[in-house]
């Protein structure tokens, strides 16, 4: 038994306890269902299932293979497809990001597998290709198991050859493999460490880093692409301005005047930007601080790879209350694996950038040792 795994088709099965879940944790976290009335989205291809061509026979017992929407796809050959939705909130988001160019190797292959199969009527695609696809609505979201392609939005290979590019794990874990960079974790978390002292504050040297990740803009900018925009319906991800601060829909009149190139705009100023980053600061010191309560034992590395992650994902992001709770439970490598394995996507689209920040702050939440 100990080397068997548990099927993942009982747990992603179309209106099952993965299904149930995303939906629990959607409606929860927002007043109004974020699907509610949407049955379309955009969605990458991945790769072409065999056989090339399909038949009605072979997609006979397929659920959720009715008629597309579209009438003019109802003709023609049938040829299946692993896609992946783009959209934002992907209902694929709980999913692995795989890479789709010139990936052959058995993992990458299970993970473009576990993806929705896309039929379409007369239309080829290439990996990297953007389709609109139509899904069946279900009591708790989507069957994900199939669906139909309703038209091609764009050939877009080279655009997704820079997000899904086929990267070795050592690319993200600083040239070591996952087993090399786990082991130095742990190696980390033998050395006897300082425990923090109540009120727990974001120390000097985790600001500094933060302010490296986040880097500095005085204009509102689209955290997706790092660019300056004139306008807040341009924004592909979301509006951000100074240190990585999030503008919400409240603020946006308030930052109007910090818009690229628009008539009257100004840019923030400096003692602006660094008042804005203390407010976010202090703030977020007072949420992870309400998740550890002050009964936590834990160093000055561990608290301030912690905020950082959190400052990116928001406190209330499960992630870190899972890390907030493997804190407290003294559980140190645990803790650091949930922050490794933690968001690395941006509306559904995978970002190295983002990978590589969850590796560079597990390595900071061990390099202080283990509180004595």
Same mark, same amino acid.
């Given at each position: 038994?100990?080397?068997?795994?548990? !099927?993942?088709?009982? *747990?992603?099965? +179309?209106?099952? !306890?993965?299904?149930?879940?995303?939906?629990?944790?959607?409606?929860?976290?927002?007043?109004?269902?974020?699907?509610?009335?949407?049955?379309?989205?955009?969605?990458?291809?991945?790769?072409?299932?065999?056989?090339?061509?399909?038949?009605?026979?072979?997609?006979?017992?397929?659920?959720?293979?009715?008629? !597309?929407?579209?009438?003019?796809?109802?003709?023609?050959?049938?040829?299946?497809?692993?896609?992946?939705?783009?959209?934002?909130?992907?209902?694929?988001?709980? *999913?692995?990001?795989?890479?789709?160019?010139?990936?052959?190797?058995?993992?990458?292959?299970?993970?473009?597998?576990?993806?929705?199969?896309?039929?379409?009527?007369?239309?080829?695609?290439?990996?990297?290709?953007?389709?609109?696809?139509?899904?069946?609505? %279900?009591?708790?979201?989507?069957?994900?198991?199939?669906?139909?392609?309703?038209?091609?939005? +764009?050939?877009?290979?080279?655009?997704?050859?820079?997000?899904?590019?086929?990267? +070795?794990?050592?690319?993200?874990?600083?040239?070591?493999?996952?087993?090399?960079?786990?082991?130095?974790?742990?190696?980390?978390?033998?050395? !006897?460490?300082?425990?923090?002292?109540?009120?727990?504050?974001?120390?000097?040297?985790?600001?500094?880093?933060?302010?490296?990740?986040?880097? $500095?803009?005085?204009?509102?900018?689209?955290?997706?692409?790092?660019?300056?925009?004139?306008?807040?319906?341009?924004?592909?991800?979301?509006?951000?301005?100074?240190?990585?601060?999030?503008?919400?829909?409240?603020?946006?009149?308030?930052?109007?005047?910090? *818009?690229?190139?628009?008539?009257?705009?100004?840019?923030?100023?400096?003692?602006?930007?660094?008042?804005?980053?203390?407010?976010?600061?202090?703030?977020?010191?007072?949420?992870?601080?309400?998740?550890?309560?002050?009964? +936590?034992?834990?160093?000055?590395?561990?608290?301030?790879? %912690?905020?950082?992650?959190?400052?990116?994902?928001?406190?209330?992001?499960?992630?870190?209350?899972?890390?907030?709770?493997?804190? $407290?439970?003294?559980?140190?490598?645990?803790?650091?694996?949930?922050?490794?394995?933690?968001?690395? %996507?941006?509306?559904?689209?995978?970002?190295?950038?983002?990978?590589?920040?969850?590796?560079?702050?597990?390595?900071?939440?061990?390099?202080?040792?283990?509180?004595?």
């Amino acid at each position: 038994m100990g080397n068997e795994l548990y !099927p993942l088709e009982a *747990l992603t099965i +179309s209106g099952g !306890p993965m299904d149930a879940l995303a939906a629990a944790t959607r409606k929860g976290a927002t007043k109004n269902d974020v699907y509610e009335g949407k049955d379309q989205f955009i969605a990458v291809i991945l790769k072409s299932v065999s056989p090339t061509e399909l038949t009605q026979g072979n997609i006979a017992g397929i659920v959720g293979t009715s008629k !597309p929407a579209d009438p003019n796809n109802s003709q023609g050959a049938i040829h299946g497809f692993k896609i992946r939705i783009i959209s934002a909130d992907s209902p694929h988001a709980f *999913l692995p990001e795989p890479c789709f160019e010139g990936g052959t190797d058995a993992i990458n292959n299970i993970i473009k597998d576990m993806h929705t199969l896309a039929l379409s009527r007369g239309g080829t695609y290439s990996p990297g290709d953007e389709v609109q696809v139509q899904l069946e609505k %279900t009591d708790f979201s989507y069957n994900l198991d199939s669906c139909w392609i309703i038209g091609p939005i +764009s050939a877009n290979q080279d655009n997704y050859r820079a997000d899904l590019s086929c990267l +070795s794990a050592k690319d993200f874990f600083g040239g070591k493999t996952i087993a090399e960079f786990n082991s130095d974790i742990k190696s980390s978390l033998t050395k !006897p460490g300082t425990p923090m002292v109540w009120p727990y504050k974001f120390g000097s040297d985790g600001r500094s880093a933060l302010i490296g990740s986040e880097g $500095k803009k005085d204009h509102v900018y689209d955290d997706d692409t790092g660019d300056f925009v004139t306008r807040y319906e341009d924004v592909k991800g979301y509006p951000t301005i100074g240190y990585g601060h999030l503008i919400t829909e409240e603020e946006k009149n308030k930052y109007k005047r910090n *818009l690229w190139q628009q008539p009257g705009s100004v840019p923030l100023t400096d003692k602006e930007i660094d008042e804005l980053y203390k407010a976010d600061i202090n703030s977020r010191e007072a949420q992870l601080n309400s998740l550890l309560g002050e009964k +936590s034992v834990l160093t000055q590395e561990m608290y301030d790879a %912690t905020f950082s992650m959190g400052y990116n994902t928001g406190f209330g992001a499960t992630v870190i209350k899972r890390v907030a709770a493997s804190i $407290k439970n003294k559980d140190y490598f645990a803790a650091a694996t949930h922050i490794s394995n933690g968001p690395d %996507t941006s509306k559904g689209v995978f970002k190295p950038a983002l990978k590589r920040r969850r590796q560079k702050e597990a390595d900071e939440f061990a390099s202080g040792g283990t509180p004595a």
